[in-house]
């Protein structure tokens, strides 16, 4: 119809940018919230599997039992022993160690278990990263029965440091069949690298009620 007059070309250009710039800024904000929202959520995994690991190493300190007059023949062995060591990364230590669990009453058995348990860090495969893995031996002292146990307890761990307390001062490494004798604590630090490249420290220490006494 005559005097009616519709959108010049310009006019649509200038519409479309406006929307186009509109779009982008929404979709980078919510691309923005989702990858704040991931970031979290990974790091909540990582210091979950980093507590979880602390604890379960720390309970089972608490029990470490090592026995000054030797292993008798044929014996489950007595040990403590935690070596300092180096990897491409940073720290490597392993630990293994004897300890007690609780008396198991079952078709007329009453032998206490013992474990020699161990932790170390094993590399995976094209990358700087390793997994902590934990290592069960458990057997009764009549040595009726045994079984072997192996599992990961966290990924993507860059560091592994124990320390030792004698009462006086910290060590780097712990032999009883050297000292005689059991630390009074240990203190665990893990180093773990997130999902962003960022190394991030987790360290607790833990009594030994055996090294005390």
Do not use: C
Not at 3 to 21: D, H, K, M, S
Request: charged share 25%.
């Amino acid at each position: 119809m005559r005097g009616q007059r519709g959108f010049t070309l310009i006019e649509l250009l200038v519409a479309l940018g406006i929307v186009a710039v509109l779009v982008t800024l929404l979709y980078e904000t919510f691309n923005a919230v989702l990858r704040s929202t991931q970031q979290t959520d990974e790091e909540s995994e990582l210091d979950q599997m980093a507590r979880i690991s602390m604890s379960i190493m720390a309970n089972e300190l608490k029990s470490a039992y090592w026995r000054p007059q030797g292993n008798p023949p044929g014996s489950t062995p007595f040990v403590f022993l935690g070596q300092d060591g180096l990897s491409a990364t940073g720290s490597s230590d392993t630990l293994q160690f004897t300890a007690l669990s609780h008396a198991r009453v079952a078709e007329g058995m009453t032998d206490p278990l013992v474990s020699v348990l161990a932790y170390e860090l094993v590399p995976v495969p094209e990358t700087e990263m390793a997994d902590l893995m934990h290592t069960e031996e458990t057997n009764t002292l009549s040595l009726s029965e045994n079984s072997l146990e192996r599992y990961d307890l966290a990924e993507r761990v860059v560091g592994l440091n124990f320390r030792y307390f004698d009462g006086k001062e910290w060590s780097d490494e712990w032999s009883a069949a050297d000292r005689r004798k059991l630390p009074k604590a240990v203190e665990i630090q893990i180093l773990m690298k997130d999902y962003t490249g960022r190394e991030r420290r987790f360290i607790t220490q833990t009594d030994i009620p055996l090294g005390r006494m």
